[in-house]
T-cell receptor, first 113, second 114 residues
Framework: DTEVTQTPKHLVMGMTNKKSLKCEQH?????MYWYKQKAKKPPELMFV???????INESVPSRFSPECPNSSLLNLHLHALQPEDSALYLC????????????FGPGTRLLVL | GNSVTQMEGPVTLSEEAFLTINCTYT??????LFWYVQYPGEGLQLLLK?????DKGSNKGFEATYRKETTSFHLEKGSVQVSDSAVYFC?????????????FGKGTKLTVNP
């Protein structure tokens, strides 16, 4: 089973709202990732967690706040977003942060009004 | 630094035509190479991978061979179907600044007409 699940599938929020995206995997993977994908572009890495610790932050604005409560869950907390943050947010996981295959979830399509 | 260059799309083919999507890479060390596919409105799915030179990855009729001498990983399929219509991303995974990262090409949109 190589399934990564993400909720919600779609999200519409105002610029003053606070919302969270959730990602879950039960493959025993110890590395989890958040990517942002704009239309007709490849995914851009935002954050990497390795063994529940933040390993990489690709200079992402503080209005995006990641959290890894345990080895199976990854959250992305959103606050005071801008319309340009509208995108598909993809979660991925891999056995470790070393050169390993990343498995992606279906994504959350976010619209910021 | 590490980078991936893949052919610009869009690519439009008729059903049962032969498909090639070119991908070349630049990397220090020995990267692993991947093809991911993204169907409309969905996330990325791993299509195939190769972890060392001369390895051939294959899945669902698609194939790609890791060519170190030409730094290439071209995707091929002998007979495409309408259901293959999607965006295809070539990617490499290699150490970059002490961390392992997945580097994507820009993607190639494939449309297969009946």
């Amino acid at each position: 089973d190589t399934e990564v699940t993400q909720t919600p599938k779609h999200l519409v929020m105002g610029m003053t709202n606070k919302k969270s995206l959730k990602c879950e995997q039960h493959m025993g993977h110890r590395a989890m990732y958040w990517y942002k994908q704009k239309a007709k572009k490849p995914p851009e890495l935002m954050f990497v967690y390795s063994y529940e610790k933040l390993s990489i932050n690709e200079s992402v604005p503080s209005r995006f706040s990641p959290e890894c409560p345990n080895s199976s869950l990854l959250n992305l907390h959103l606050h005071a977003l801008q319309p340009e943050d509208s995108a598909l947010y993809l979660c991925a996981s891999s056995r470790s942060q070393l050169v390993e295959t990343q498995y992606f979830g279906p994504g959350t399509r976010l619209l910021v009004l | 630094g590490n980078s991936v260059t893949q052919m610009e799309g869009p690519v439009t083919l008729s059903e049962e035509a032969f498909l090639t999507i070119n991908c070349t890479y630049t990397a220090t060390g020995y990267p692993s190479l991947f093809w991911y596919v993204q169907y409309p409105g969905e996330g990325l799915q791993l299509l195939l991978k190769a972890t060392k030179a001369d390895d051939k990855g294959s899945n669902k009729g698609f194939e790609a061979t890791y060519r170190k001498e030409t730094t290439s990983f071209h995707l091929e399929k002998g007979s495409v179907q309408v259901s293959d219509s999607a965006v295809y991303f070539c990617a490499l995974s290699a150490s970059q600044g002490g961390s392992e990262k997945l580097v994507f090409g820009k993607g190639t949109k494939l449309t297969v007409n009946p």
